[in-house]
Nanobody
Framework: QVQLVESGGGSVQAGGSLRLSCGASRRILHNYAAGWFRQAPGQEREFVAA????????KYSDSVKGRFTISRDNDKNTVYLEMNNLKPEDTAVYYC????????????????????WGQGTQVTVSS
């Protein structure tokens, strides 16, 4: 069973930055589109960003567009989420996910489309 593992979460003040990383227990991420989701207490898990297998295509939620950047290094079997100008409303558990969609498929934003998930990493932004 392949596992995804996130790291890089923590506590920052508003306006600060964090970089999340997601690795896989086996060298498989190059076969998957990847995404980041987040879930705040009492709320549903929501889409944050996604990236195609090769890294040429990305998609962002409106709430993070212009502040967050998703990227990947397939040689390192790792996906990243650079988060800048963080706001208190960004506070949540952030999850990495992988979607074995066909190469030409559009990036998915729904939780159900992603087959692999990490355990999550907490991001807390204070005002």
């Amino acid at each position: 069973q392949v596992q995804l593992v996130e790291s890089g979460g923590g506590s920052v003040q508003a306006g600060g930055s964090l970089r999340l990383s997601c690795g896989a227990s086996r060298r498989i991420l190059h076969n998957y589109a990847a995404g980041w989701f987040r879930q705040a207490p009492g709320q549903e898990r929501e889409f944050v960003a996604a990236i195609t297998r090769g890294g040429s295509g990305t998609k962002y939620s409106d709430s993070v567009k212009g502040r967050f950047t998703i990227s990947r290094d397939n040689d390192k079997n790792t996906v990243y989420l650079e988060m800048n100008n963080l706001k208190p409303e960004d506070t949540a558990v952030y999850y990495c996910a992988a979607d074995r969609a066909i190469l030409t498929a559009p990036l998915n934003v729904d939780v159900e489309s992603y087959e692999l998930w990490g355990q999550g990493t907490q991001v807390t932004v204070s005002s």
